[in-house]
């Protein structure tokens, strides 16, 4: 168990499985049959599509030969992995930017990644320069410039990288 830990910890435990099947030459549907699942389920899982939950991995560690807990322990590890992937860089610090430029929505609601550039052109025309220097560094000059240049009717700025 340690060594799989050690060499997949933080990778989706069904790309493992897809790896120990081809190993193996195990083909996946009568695998899945054989433990009483559906073929579809376990696709989804050896894509990386679904997680694997702990009922089903001790019924494939047992089938496999592995140690008890390995799958499940690997699927926890992928879960704290995506966990602090979504907390490292999703927000800019709010700290740094007033809430009275969106005053029409929640700013904790605001999904930074998906309305970049109504953020981007809001904060350029209407925020202070500290507001701008953290969307500069959350989002980098390059995205900032093109947001900017793309967005329907020009800003009043355009951000110059000196």
């Known amino acids: 168990m340690n060594t799989y830990l050690e060499k997949y910890k933080g990778i989706h435990p069904g790309f493992i499985l897809e790896r120990e099947f081809k190993k193996r030459a195990l083909h996946k549907r009568p695998f899945a049959l054989s433990i009483g699942e559906h073929p579809q389920t376990l696709n989804a899982i050896t894509k990386g599509k679904r997680k694997l939950n702990t009922a089903l991995a001790l019924k494939i560690e047992e089938r496999l030969g592995l140690e008890e807990g390995t799958l499940a322990i690997l699927q926890t590890y992928f879960d704290i992995n995506e966990e602090k992937q979504k907390r490292e860089d999703n927000t800019p610090n709010l700290a740094l930017i007033r809430k009275s430029l969106f005053w029409d929505t929640d700013i904790s609601m605001i999904d930074w990644d998906k309305h970049y550039k109504a953020v981007i052109r809001r904060i350029f025309e209407r925020g202070n320069e500290t507001e701008k220097q953290e969307l500069i560094h959350f989002y980098g000059a390059e995205k900032i ?9 020009k800003p009043y700025t355009i951000y110059k990288n000196k």
């Open 145 to 153: 410039n093109t947001a900017l240049y793309t967005s329907a009717g």
